[in-house]
Each structure stands twice: as C-alpha cells, then as structure tokens.
Nanobody
Framework: QVQLVESGGGLVQPGGSLRLSCAASGRTFTMYTMGWYRQAPGKQRESVATITSSSSTSYAGSVRGRFAISQDNAKNTVYLQMNSLKPEDTAVYYC??????????WGQGTQVTVSS
C-alpha cells in the first residue's frame, strides 16, 4: 500500500509564493509518474504538473513559467514551487503517483487560497 502525505498549503496574497510537498511511502518506487492536480469549487479536477522517475516534467499551460515541479528521490518526495500566485490558482491541490508496478494512488489534498 502506498501513502501520500501533502503539506505546504495555506493562504497567500496574489503575487506570493508557496511550496507544496508530497511524501510517498510504503514501497520502493520505480518507473512511476508523480503529479500535482487541483480542483476548484464547482470545477473538474485538472492536472497541474507531472514528473517521471526519469525527471521528465510537464505543465498545464496556465501555470507554465510560474510553477516548478521537482523531486528528491532520497526522500521519496515531490515538490511544487508556486510563484506569482493568482486568485484563480485557489483550489485543493492533490498529489498522485502511478505506474505499472505501483498502481494509482492519491493524497488527501491540501488547500491553497490566493486572496488579498
């Protein structure tokens, strides 16, 4: 069983920054993709950024150039550095890990609110 624990959400003013963390545990991770998703009230969950076990990254167009995903393999942790935050970034952010030898797991979510 895989556990994902997110942290780092909170309230920030427009233009500010936050860093989300997602710590994975429960097994050895190989050939995986980890990603951050978000869901705003009344909207569908959407992909924000992903990173593979070989460190290939991808971003949603709405966050490219403002957000950066990274990972620390020694800590089995993925990060999402969010800069120049906008009110429309307000959402619950979820961490996800999936792969052919892992399955598909989601974290519990962390709230990010961008407001003055």
């Amino acid at each position: 069983q895989v556990q994902l624990v997110e942290s780092g959400g909170g309230l920030v003013q427009p233009g500010g920054s936050l860093r989300l963390s997602c710590a994975a545990s429960g097994r050895t991770f190989t050939m995986y993709t980890m990603g951050w998703y978000r869901q705003a009230p009344g909207k569908q969950r959407e992909s924000v950024a992903t990173i593979t076990s070989s460190s290939s990254t991808s971003y949603a167009g709405s966050v490219r150039g403002r957000f950066a995903i990274s990972q620390d393999n020694a800590k089995n942790t993925v990060y999402l550095q969010m800069n120049s935050l906008k009110p429309e970034d307000t959402a619950v952010y979820y961490c996800r890990i999936w792969g052919p030898y892992i399955g598909d797991y989601w974290g519990q979510g962390t709230q990010v609110t961008v407001s003055s």
